[in-house]
């Protein structure tokens, strides 16, 4: 199986701060790869698909990039509603497999 | 706007199968354009994907657990579901019913999530 693994696992920041996470895969998943946010309570929700097309109704602060075994989501500028777990997920090949999360907190 | 939603029993005892129903509204199950994913989330864990299934019947399923995991589709209710067998503790979780797209790695919409928990 293909690891996904993330980075930081878990950040404090401040609103209206850049943030960056970044995965990487064990081996290349082309751009097979989607970023998720989920709050606490609640089920994960699209932000990012085929690594860098936003989902329809994600904030436009919400952006993707990468390629091949390396990806990264940014966050140009913090928002208090931001601040939740994301989750990478390739889906080169079976099985697909999430990156470990990643916690964002307010500093 | 395609809706997903779980039903199925909040409690199974150890050894016994999970059985889990996800009803789609506002769209098809019988859709080329798409397959139907189970994905869990252990109690303060991350998430693991389950398996899949597409409108033919065909089925993935992740290695981990396919000795015991059946997933189908009832193109008649618009409905897909997950079997488990043989549960422990370690299979409670928060099971999550999702549309998957055929063109690009998008899992959207997902159900709201149906808490299993594995007691006797």
């Known amino acids: 199986a293909i690891q996904m693994t993330q980075s930081p696992s878990s950040l404090s920041a401040s609103v209206g701060d850049r943030v960056t996470i970044t995965c990487r895969a064990s081996?290349?998943?082309?751009?097979?790869l989607g970023w998720y946010q989920q709050k606490p309570g609640k089920a994960p929700q699209l932000l990012v698909y085929?690594?860098?097309s936003l989902q329809s109704g994600v904030p436009s602060r919400f952006s993707g990039s990468g390629s091949g075994t390396d990806f990264t989501l940014t966050i140009s500028s913090l928002q208090p509603e931001d601040f939740a777990t994301y989750y990478c997920?390739?889906?080169?090949?079976?099985?697909?497999?999430f990156g470990q999360g990643t916690k964002l907190e307010i500093k | 706007q395609v809706q997903l939603q779980e039903s199925g029993p909040g409690l199974v005892k150890p050894s016994q199968t999970l059985s889990l129903t996800c009803t789609v509204s506002?769209?098809?199950?019988?859709?080329?354009?798409?397959?139907w994913s189970w994905i869990r989330q252990a109690p303060g864990k991350g998430l693991e994907w389950i398996g899949n299934?597409?409108?033919?019947?065909?089925?993935y399923y992740n290695p981990s657990l396919k000795s015991r995991v059946t997933i189908s589709i009832d193109t008649s209710k618009n409905q897909f579901s997950l079997k488990l067998t043989s549960v422990t503790a370690a299979d409670t979780a928060l099971y999550y019913c999702?549309?998957?797209?055929?063109?690009?790695?998008?899992?959207?919409?997902w159900g709201q999530g149906a808490l299993v928990t594995v007691s006797s």
């Open positions: 999702i549309r998957d797209s055929q063109k690009a790695a998008a899992l959207d919409p």
């Open positions: 506002g769209g098809s199950v019988s859709s080329g354009d798409y397959h």
């Open positions: 299934i597409f409108n033919s019947g065909s089925t």
């Open positions: 081996q290349g998943v082309r751009n097979d």
């Open positions: 085929a690594a860098s």
């Open positions: 997920l390739q889906e080169y090949n079976y099985p697909y497999t």
